[in-house]
């Protein structure tokens, strides 16, 4: 997301959300990761999820930035960071963050994910206790056993959604060919799926989220978060419980499933629902977002 100046390069867009928010570049632990940082205060680290950027986060970023010193990611593979041939595994992933937050002068950090950004942020918790205060895990668990039971075909009458793209991101080769260059269509079904009200991701802010995807290349990268899961699973049930406070975010359905997993991950869990949202909370419901995270990191 880089280049063409329309007000959608990263420079562009940090700079847009005023609080000195500015766009940055590290070389960590043999990749180049892209992140955006503003405001003072105490370090909050936050991972965005598939298919979306850091970007995801500017509704929330200008007030987080009051109180914290705000670092949204574009991890490994994603946005503006590189894109090498290995590294996918979440817990290798959670090494990157802890190196960008060493290169950074932070010793301790609060971290918060959605969707993949969130097993790695689990992930972080759990392999550096000493480099985490607090975890937030948003509408997302680590991945675990459970999700090889996931259904492509329905039974009659059995409610969705039916989590195909998992599988389809597994296929050598072929998602490239379908999407590059096509990516918006994939951008449109994901948001199709989980908005309530499709205008908290208009126009503008789906493009943003296409161009990041758009090349083959970025779609390949796209999909080794997907192939490393075999292993995220079994390095998933190597950890130890995590000994750091730990809110969940979550609506309806995946919130009563957070308070049952949660509690058996984390020695301290609270969890919290979102309510008039499904996946994409941080952009459907940014200031009830806000309070829960302000109410947990302080």
Same mark, same amino acid.
């Given at each position: 997301?880089?280049?063409?100046?329309?007000?959608?390069?990263?420079?562009?867009?940090?700079?847009?959300?005023?609080?000195?928010?500015?766009?940055?570049?590290?070389?960590?632990?043999?990749?180049?990761?892209?992140?955006?940082?503003?405001?003072?205060?105490?370090?909050?680290? #936050?991972?965005?999820?598939? $298919? /979306?950027?850091?970007? *995801?986060?500017?509704?929330?970023?200008? @007030?987080? &930035?009051?109180?914290?010193?705000?670092?949204?990611?574009?991890?490994?593979?994603?946005?503006?960071?590189?894109?090498?041939?290995?590294?996918?595994?979440?817990?290798?992933?959670?090494?990157?963050?802890?190196?960008?937050?060493?290169?950074?002068?932070?010793?301790?950090?609060?971290?918060?994910?959605?969707?993949?950004?969130?097993?790695?942020?689990?992930?972080?918790?759990?392999?550096?206790?000493?480099?985490?205060?607090?975890?937030?895990?948003?509408?997302?668990?680590?991945?675990?056993?459970?999700?090889?039971?996931?259904?492509?075909?329905?039974?009659?009458?059995?409610?969705?959604?039916?989590?195909?793209?998992?599988?389809?991101?597994?296929?050598?080769?072929?998602?490239?060919?379908?999407?590059?260059?096509?990516?918006?269509?994939?951008?449109?079904?994901?948001?199709? #799926?989980?908005?309530?009200? $499709? /205008?908290?991701?208009? *126009?503008?802010?789906?493009?943003?989220? @296409?161009? &990041?995807?758009?090349?083959?290349?970025?779609?390949?990268?796209?999909?080794?978060?997907?192939?490393?899961?075999?292993?995220?699973?079994?390095?998933?049930?190597?950890?130890?419980?995590?000994?750091?406070?730990?809110?969940?975010?979550?609506?309806?359905?995946?919130?009563?499933?957070?308070?049952?997993?949660?509690?058996?991950?984390?020695?301290?869990?609270?969890?919290?629902?979102?309510?008039?949202?499904?996946?994409?909370?941080?952009?459907?419901?940014?200031?009830?977002?806000?309070?829960?995270?302000?109410?947990?990191?302080?």
């Amino acid at each position: 997301m880089t280049g063409i100046r329309d007000g959608m390069s990263d420079a562009e867009l940090a700079a847009s959300l005023g609080s000195g928010f500015t766009s940055e570049h590290a070389e960590v632990n043999g990749v180049r990761l892209h992140y955006v940082a503003g405001g003072t205060g105490s370090p909050l680290v #936050l991972l965005p999820g598939w $298919p /979306e950027t850091w970007w *995801e986060y500017r509704k929330v970023m200008p @007030a987080l &930035a009051e109180r914290h010193r705000v670092i949204a990611v574009d991890i490994r593979g994603m946005g503006g960071s590189s894109r090498p041939e290995a590294g996918y595994e979440k817990k290798a992933m959670a090494r990157d963050v802890l190196e960008l937050c060493r290169h950074l002068g932070h010793e301790r950090v609060a971290i918060a994910g959605h969707g993949i950004g969130s097993m790695v942020a689990f992930a972080f918790a759990a392999c550096h206790p000493e480099a985490c205060d607090r975890l937030v895990m948003i509408n997302t668990t680590h991945i675990d056993e459970s999700y090889l039971e996931f259904r492509i075909m329905p039974r009659p009458g059995e409610p969705g959604p039916y989590r195909w793209w998992l599988g389809f991101n597994l296929v050598p080769d072929f998602p490239e060919a379908v999407l590059e260059g096509r990516y918006r269509h994939m951008i449109d079904y994901m948001f199709g #799926l989980s908005l309530i009200d $499709p /205008e908290a991701i208009p *126009e503008r802010d789906r493009e943003v989220y @296409a161009r &990041a995807y758009d090349s083959a290349d970025a779609i390949r990268a796209s999909k080794k978060w997907f192939q490393a899961y075999q292993q995220d699973i079994a390095d998933f049930y190597s950890y130890d419980k995590i000994t750091v406070p730990v809110l969940g975010l979550a609506y309806g359905p995946f919130y009563a499933y957070m308070r049952e997993k949660l509690p058996q991950q984390g020695v301290d869990v609270r969890v919290v629902e979102i309510e008039g949202s499904r996946n994409y909370l941080v952009e459907e419901q940014p200031q009830a977002v806000i309070k829960a995270l302000e109410e947990f990191l302080d």
